[in-house]
């Protein structure tokens, strides 16, 4: 290196899939903008499949999406809404992070897409079209309680939830919260079956 050379920074690396650009931004958003910044998804049935909405929330601003068709759709179309109205990344740098540009089958790890369509799949199967799972991430300073999923089922009668570091562990923990009641309404579909 001569004195004319000058060391550019590094630009933070990208992350690997939408969901966790969509946490990186509540994270930059709380940090920078407001601490109460929220990230909701919403999936339930209607007309024999499953709709998606999503919504941002924070410092009084709200924007969301509904009638998508799927995880991806609900992000993405979040991500433009967003972006249309309000410049989250005022640098390249920060702009790195941003939910955008990523494949159909990029926005969630395989991983956490076959736990959250189990538990979606199972939800379903138990409780026909009288159900909704919500997520709620927020970069909160304990690990443990930054995503939470809740479900709501049978005109509420059922509302329960679980939590943990990442929707994948939130999803497992509202499992073992909900067993009981899966098992139950899993009868009561039995039961009315054979009257």
Known sequence: ????????????????????????????????????ATLTIKVRPEANRHVWESSIAFGGRHEDVTGRANLAEALRDLWLELEGKF?????PNEAV???????DDKWIDTDTARTLDALIDLTASVFTDDWRLMIVYQALDTPSQRVKV???????EVAIGGQGP????????LYRNAAPQYFLNAGRLVGDALE
């Open 1 to 36: 290196m001569n004195n004319q050379t000058r060391r550019l920074p590094r630009l933070p690396k990208r992350p690997e899939n939408g969901l966790l650009a969509w946490q990186a931004t509540v994270g930059f958003i709380s940090m920078v903008y407001s601490p109460d």
């Open 87 to 91: 410049e989250v990344f005022p640098s």
């Open 97 to 103: 992070r941003k939910p955008a540009n990523y494949a």
């Open 150 to 156: 809740r479900l709501f089922a049978r005109d509420n």
């Open 166 to 173: 990442s929707l994948r562990e939130a999803c497992r923990s």
